[in-house]
Nanobody, 124 residues
Framework: QVQLVESGGGWVQAGGSLRLSCAASGRTFSSYAMAWFRQAPGKEREFVGGIYWSGGNAFYADSVKGRFTISRDNAKNTVYLQMNSLKPEDTAVYYC?????????????????WGQGTQVTVSS
């Protein structure tokens, strides 16, 4: 059974930073694509960015490009989302997701496993 557990959410003032973690367990993740999504109240869940366990660059939504950075620690089976220059519009529940077939996708239905989510609140 695959488990994804997010942590690191919280409250921060605009312009501040937070780092989210996604700890993965249950199987070997070298063939997975890992992504971060977020969902604000009353809105659809949207793709934030993603990375492959096997290597290569991360990919980002235009709304976070230049402010957010995704990285991974293969030894710890953990993916990180470093969020800088946070804005009130970044307020959302942030989810980690894994896709076994390998390719990153911006479509939530393409992902096989999800974490429980962690709340990020940015005040103005």
């Amino acid at each position: 059974q695959v488990q994804l557990v997010e942590s690191g959410g919280g409250w921060v003032q605009a312009g501040g930073s937070l780092r989210l973690s996604c700890a993965a367990s249950g199987r070997t993740f070298s063939s997975y694509a890992m992504a971060w999504f977020r969902q604000a109240p009353g809105k659809e869940r949207e793709f934030v960015g993603g990375i492959y366990w096997s290597g290569g660059n991360a990919f980002y939504a235009d709304s976070v490009k230049g402010r957010f950075t995704i990285s991974r620690d293969n030894a710890k089976n953990t993916v990180y989302l470093q969020m800088n220059s946070l804005k009130p519009e970044d307020t959302a529940v942030y989810y980690c997701a894994a896709r076994y077939t390998g390719l990153l996708s911006t479509t939530r239905d393409d992902y096989d496993y999800w974490g429980q989510g962690t709340q990020v609140t940015v005040s103005s």
